[in-house]
Every structure is written in structure tokens, then in C-alpha cells.
């Protein structure tokens, strides 16, 4: 007999509203995320502006609803003005960031056109590494201004009659990172970001400001930093930044395989501290969290690709994903929208190429990776309200994260549908798993609609370009409800698992 998790589902015990922002993505200049990535002039399936039709198919197929741009630490370095008028005459400068050549081809309008097109929401972040108010104000005026000033009348000039509307902007990027072009002290930083934000909003009072947490929670200044930025910006920002990369070290996949508990840690450890900064300030408002870069990246591998040759469109961190990487970006979503009571955004990074679920060549193909599926099927499915689940059952032992629990899971629910999604992982790596959820209230009578499965004998199965879909989603997982009104599945070791459930016809 299988080892056996249990939870209960009622519709009247919930988290909070899975806000669509969850599953965002992210584009920065590098790389081939832009260049051979979304944008590739000459190439078959390129639109008259010279973007790829097929990577956009993808990306409408993706799901995502939010677009972060440009950077990344390409941001800290960039100066916007390169990137807008007439492209033959746009400079060809050297980003710091990633030692690259970057043409300017492509810039706020291309991108924010783009964007628009694909019914992407824009998150512009402004570069307070080399710059400052003035060039983050501007930028907001050129993007959101109708007209009658030097800047909006600059975007009309150049052909953008209809202002951008750009409702959400980062304020800078990684800045407490020593690596960050501009690096800034926690005391540097938080004065600029006060500063630069309330400028930002002088120009238009309507948008969104997210203010950088620390680049990783293990930081040395993880904790001090987030503290001091948000008593320095709390009356400005609506919303802290976190970031976090995931890998597998010396084979210790069982705590690669629960990634997600650091992840939730890491956010319990923010929100406290946004939370201490609230009530030491008497504040009303809330500071909720954008998590917007996340993903499984292979830094290790990375350390001897860094690009000295200073090329137009290097291959940076073209990581290829796995089943178990897909399980653990799968894993990822559950605890985000297990959060989402404070969690309001979030960017997989990044979109094409770089650490991406797309993938294209040069005058190729394009592809779904692995972790695209997990992506996909939860920004298509988990939506509407989050339910709690406190699962108890099976234990798995863990050197970095102490003992986890082999199921992680999430469930979702649409009060007006009455869909109800269960997202579920089983984390351990041999013997199947037991899920049984006992379902509560107006649940009572519900049906299994499907059972979506990503597993594969081989746990290291990837998809290429001569495979593009060895790994993909098989329905039949073979999940019911029980003569007694529970939900029950046996889950393949290392899975990933979506089961829709509806009322009874
Ligand atoms: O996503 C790749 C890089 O990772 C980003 O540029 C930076 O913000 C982070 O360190």
C-alpha cells in the first residue's frame, strides 16, 4: 500500500484571490531572450515588425499575463532614450551587465507594442544603478503622457500617437547586489527609490511602484536590507521585490525537490518583516510582495559561460529543463498561490531562451521546454479563490530544508463555475503516493473531470529541438471521488499532477 496524504477542501475556508499577475514572465536584454528570442527580423515566421509569430503563439499558449522589461541587470546600465526613434539611428552600446553588444533594435515601443498585442501587461522597471529621478520621471512621462509636453510629444513624434499607459514599474533592480552595475547600500538605495518614486507619481498618480528586496534571501543583508528600504519607501511603494533560483546540488535532488518549502520561508520571513515595518510606522496599508524573478536555473553550470567576447546575441544561460526541473517550477506555483494572500506578483524568469520555457534557434524552430507545461496548465486551470489545505501524511527527509511533506499542493476555486483545480506534486523520488482530500460543503457530489500527469520513467527526460515534445502532459492520471465524497489519486514519483473537479451534472 501506498503511503497516504490527506487534506480538506471547503470552499469556506480560503487563502485569498489568485490574482492573474501570478503568472507573469519576464524579458530582459540578454542573451537571445529579445534578439533570436521574441525578435528575429528575416526569420520565416517574422511579422512585418520583425517579431516571431511563432514564439508568440507559445507565448499565448504560455498563459502568461504580465511582461517585466527590461531588465534584470541589463536595467542598471541602460539608457532608454537609446532604444526609441528611428532604429537606424540608434546606438550600438556596450551592456555591462552581460559584457554584450546591444544593438538598440528593439526598445520601449517595439516591446511595449508587442506586449500590448499579445494582451501582455507591461512592468518596466527604471535604472537606478548609472541613473536616476530625472531619467525614471521621463521615461514615465514619454510612456504615459497623452501629449503636450517635450516627452509625450517625443513618443508621438515617433510615431506612438496612444500613450503606453504603464500601470507598474520597478524601481531599479538587485541593487543590494555588489554584481549590480550602481550597486547601492540599503541607506543609498532606499533614499533614491522614496525619491524617485514620488517623482514617478507626480507625472502620473496612477501607477504602481515596486521597490528591490534583496536579490536572494541569502544575501548577507537579507532582512536589514528589506527593513530599511521599506521605512525609507513605505508611504511610495505599493509592493517589495524577492528573487530566487533554484538548482540541484551534488546530486541531492531530495532537497532540490522541495525547493518550494525555501521559497515559502522566504516569504514568511518578507512578510514578516514588511509587517514589523507596518506596525512600527501605526500604517494602514499593507505592502504586499512581487516575486518577480523565480525559476530553476543552473547558475553552477553558468560560471564558466560568462560572455568576454562581447557578442551581439550570446547563448547566456540556455539551461535545458528536465522532468524533475519541471516538477520543481510546478512545485514553485503551488507555493506561490498557496501565498497569495500577500504574494500579488510574479515573473518565471525569463520568457525565451534565457533559463526559459521557450526555447527558438536562429532561423529555426521554436519549442515548449518542460517547465512550460506546468505553467501553462496552472495559469489556465488555478484561478478564481485559493482554499486552504494543511496535508498531513507522508514525510520526506531533506539535508537542506529538514523534512518536507511528500505532497505539496494547492487547490483553487470558482465560485460562479464551481471549477475547483487541484494542483499537486509528489516529491518523493520511488514509491507512488496516496493524495486523498476529503471535500466539504457545496462539494459534496463533485466529479473528477480530468487528471493531468507529468512524469516520465526517466526523471532526466528533456525535450530539444529534434524532441520538442519527448516531455509532455498525458491525461488519465485515473484520480475519483470516492462512494464516501473524497477526492483520491495515486501520484507517480517525481509528478506533477492537475485534477480538475466539477459539480455533478
Ligand atoms: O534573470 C537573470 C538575472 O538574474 C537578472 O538579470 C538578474 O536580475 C538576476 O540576478
Request: net charge negative; charged share 25%.
Amino acid at each position: 500500500m501506498p503511503h497516504t496524504a490527506r487534506f480538506t477542501v471547503d470552499p469556506e475556508v480560503s487563502v485569498g484571490e489568485v490574482d492573474p499577475r501570478l503568472y507573469g514572465s519576464f524579458v530582459e536584454h540578454m542573451g537571445r531572450c529579445v534578439y533570436t528570442g521574441i525578435y528575429e527580423p528575416g526569420h520565416p515566421a517574422a511579422d512585418a515588425a520583425g517579431f516571431r509569430t511563432d514564439v508568440a503563439e507559445l507565448v499565448r499558449e504560455l498563459g502568461t499575463g504580465l511582461v517585466r522589461y527590461p531588465g534584470g541587470n541589463f536595467v542598471s546600465g541602460y539608457h532608454w532614450e537609446d532604444g526609441v526613434g528611428p532604429a537606424s539611428e540608434r546606438p550600438r552600446r556596450l551592456d555591462l551587465a552581460w559584457r554584450s553588444i546591444e544593438t538598440n533594435q528593439v526598445g520601449t515601443n517595439e516591446f511595449l507594442t508587442w506586449a500590448r498585442e499579445l494582451g501582455l501587461d507591461p512592468m518596466m522597471a527604471v535604472n537606478l544603478g548609472t541613473r536616476g529621478i530625472d531619467a525614471a520621471r521621463a521615461l514615465v512621462e514619454y510612456c504615459n503622457q497623452p501629449g503636450g509636453t517635450a516627452w509625450s510629444d517625443l513618443r508621438v513624434k515617433h510615431g506612438y500617437t496612444a500613450p503606453h499607459d504603464v500601470k507598474l514599474w520597478c524601481l531599479g533592480n538587485e541593487m543590494d547586489g555588489p554584481w549590480q552595475t550602481g550597486h547601492k547600500t540599503a541607506t543609498e538605495y532606499g533614499r533614491l527609490a522614496a525619491e524617485t518614486g514620488k517623482a514617478m507619481r507626480q507625472v502620473d498618480p496612477s501607477i504602481e511602484l515596486v521597490a528591490c528586496g534583496s536579490s536572494n534571501a541569502e544575501m548577507p543583508t537579507f532582512g536589514t536590507w528589506e527593513r530599511e528600504i521599506l521605512e525609507q519607501t513605505y508611504d511610495e511603494i505599493d509592493y517589495l521585490s524577492l528573487h530566487a533560483y533554484y538548482e540541484e546540488f551534488d546530486g541531492d535532488r531530495a532537497s532540490f525537490l522541495a525547493s518550494g518549502a525555501h521559497m515559502d520561508q522566504y516569504i514568511r520571513d518578507v512578510v514578516a518583516t514588511a509587517d514589523h515595518v507596518r506596525a512600527a510606522r501605526r500604517a494602514k496599508k499593507h505592502i504586499r510582495l512581487s516575486f518577480d524573478e523565480w525559476n530553476v536555473w543552473y547558475a553552477a553550470r553558468f560560471v564558466g559561460e560568462r560572455n568576454l567576447e562581447t557578442a551581439e546575441t550570446p547563448r547566456l544561460i540556455e539551461d535545458t529543463y528536465s522532468v524533475t526541473d519541471a516538477v520543481v517550477v510546478g512545485s514553485l506555483i503551488i507555493t506561490l498561490l498557496r501565498n497569495a494572500d500577500r504574494v500579488a506578483i510574479a515573473c518565471l524568469a525569463q520568457l525565451v531562451n534565457v533559463i526559459a520555457p521557450i526555447r527558438s534557434e536562429p532561423g529555426g524552430p521554436s519549442w515548449r521546454q518542460t517547465i512550460f507545461h506546468p505553467f501553462a496548465q496552472a495559469a489556465r486551470f488555478a484561478t478564481g479563490t485559493v482554499l486552504r489545505t494543511d496535508v498531513t501524511g507522508s514525510l520526506i527527509d531533506t539535508q537542506r530544508h529538514g523534512e518536507v511533506s511528500a505532497l505539496d499542493t494547492v487547490v483553487t476555486y470558482e465560485e460562479e463555475s464551481g471549477a475547483l483545480t487541484v494542483l499537486a506534486v509528489h516529491r518523493g523520488q520511488d514509491e507512488p503516493l496516496r493524495l486523498r482530500a476529503a471535500l466539504r460543503g457545496p462539494l459534496a457530489g463533485y466529479r473528477v473531470v480530468e487528471h493531468l500527469v507529468l512524469a516520465d520513467q526517466d526523471p532526466d527526460a528533456v525535450n530539444t529541438e529534434a524532441q520538442p515534445d519527448r516531455v509532455t502532459p498525458r491525461a488519465g492520471g485515473g484520480a475519483e471521488v470516492t462512494a464516501d465524497g473524497a477526492l483520491e489519486a495515486e501520484l507517480a514519483p517525481v509528478s506533477w499532477n492537475v485534477i480538475r473537479l466539477a459539480p455533478a451534472e
